[in-house]
């Protein structure tokens, strides 16, 4: 695969998780979707936080980065164990917290992501979506 073949959302996602975008770029280009297209971006984030194989730990980072308060719902399910389970449950969360949920997976996956880059990618790195700048 390479750049021009990844999706639309695939890109967007990504380049904000490498600040090729700024987080707020990010919720303009997602607040301007149906509620249906939100849930199925805010699936593909939480499918990707999978493969950055995301920790509480980068939850936590992610949240700081959010701008979302620790108490709101997708906060306070991010920086539990199972992680995954709790992703999960950010992703099926009714429609009034899809912002703050984007603004929580994608600042996680932000961090998973970099994360991944950094130990896994470095130097070597074939991922299309690693190779965007």
């Known amino acids: 695969m390479t750049v021009t073949e990844l ?16 987080l707020e ?6 607040s301007a979707f149906a509620p249906e297209e939100q849930r199925s971006v805010l699936h593909e984030i939480a ?9 509480v730990e980068d939850g936590r980072k992610g949240l700081e ?9 997708p906060a306070v399910l991010i920086v539990r164990e199972p992680i995954l389970e709790q992703i999960g449950k950010i992703e099926r969360l009714p429609q009034q ?3 703050k949920a984007f603004r929580v ?18 130097g070597a790195c074939s991922h299309a979506w690693h190779n965007l700048s």
Request: charged residues 25%; glycine residues 4%.
């Open 25 to 30: 770029e990010g919720v303009e280009w997602f």
């Open 7 to 22: 999706r639309a959302s695939e890109r967007m996602i990504n380049e904000v998780a490498q600040e090729l975008h700024s």
């Open 47 to 55: 499918l990707y936080l999978m493969q950055a194989h995301v920790t």
């Open 105 to 122: 997976l994608m600042a996680t996956f932000a961090v998973a992501d970099t994360r991944r880059r950094e130990i896994e990618c470095q």
């Open 65 to 73: 980065k959010s701008g979302v308060k620790a108490t709101m719902t």
């Open 97 to 99: 917290e899809y912002l």
